[in-house]
T-cell receptor, first 114, second 118 residues
């Protein structure tokens, strides 16, 4: 089955700086890669996703890049703000939007220092 | 739209007890999922369903059962609770445009059920 590795496990950045979280996947057939944000005690919420026919996608301060050859994808957050503090999870799926479920990384705890 | 709802929010079980975690969605989504999240970890897929009457195992199905008699409901059953099943359980749903699942939309998660087995 699919295996998703995520790094780093904890990331501390100064407010206003950029943050980058990286994930690798094992199954070259995976074609859908969402990123979820989870605040303490809350449900995961989708912040951005990318499909394998696209190399980069951007939504305001958040961007995701995908390198299919290397089987890795990254989340980029620019101009970080205190409300960006949370745990971020990457995931991968073999079937478009995850029809057979998502395989998640172990998460990155992003800490925004004031 | 309430989205995806789950009951109960919290539950403590004794070893060997049984319970059903309820999940309901009102978005007319055809796909539904159950995940578990252990402390400090990502989510792992337990079971999923692509439509009423159809279910399939995920990565960690042992100790659980599911059924999908309606589009809206996808209950998760624990028959003989064990301490290893202490976790937070999330239900999710999504909508697929095609039988193959391609073009499936975002997975929306419920608020979770925190289960402790003692």
């Amino acid at each position: 089955g699919e295996n998703v590795e995520q790094h780093p496990s904890t990331l501390s950045v100064q407010e206003g700086d950029s943050a980058v979280i990286k994930c690798t996947y094992s199954d070259s057939a995976s074609n859908y890669f969402p990123w979820y944000k989870q605040e303490l005690g809350k449900r995961p919420q989708l912040i951005i996703d990318i499909r394998s026919n696209v190399g980069e996608k951007k939504d305001q301060r958040i961007a995701v890049t995908l390198n299919k050859t290397a089987k890795h994808f990254s989340l980029h957050i620019t101009e970080t703000q205190p409300e960006d503090s949370a745990v971020y999870f990457c995931a991968a799926s073999l079937s478009g939007g995850g029809a057979d479920g998502l395989t998640f990384g172990k998460g990155t705890h992003l800490i925004i220092q004031p | 739209n309430a989205g995806v709802t789950q009951t109960p929010k919290f539950r403590i079980l004794k070893i060997g007890q049984s319970m059903t975690l309820q999940c309901t969605q009102d978005m007319n989504h055809n796909y539904m999922y159950w995940y578990r999240q252990d402390p400090g970890m990502g989510l792992k897929l337990i079971y999923y369903s692509v439509g009423a009457g159809i279910t399939d195992k995920g990565e960690v199905p042992n100790g659980y059962n599911v059924s999908r008699s309606t589009t809206e409901d996808f209950p998760l059953r624990l028959e003989l609770a064990a301490p290893s099943q202490t976790s937070v359980y999330f239900c999710a749903s999504s909508y697929s445009l095609e039988p193959t699942g391609r073009g499936t939309d975002t997975q929306y998660f419920g608020p979770g059920t925190r289960l402790t087995v003692l």
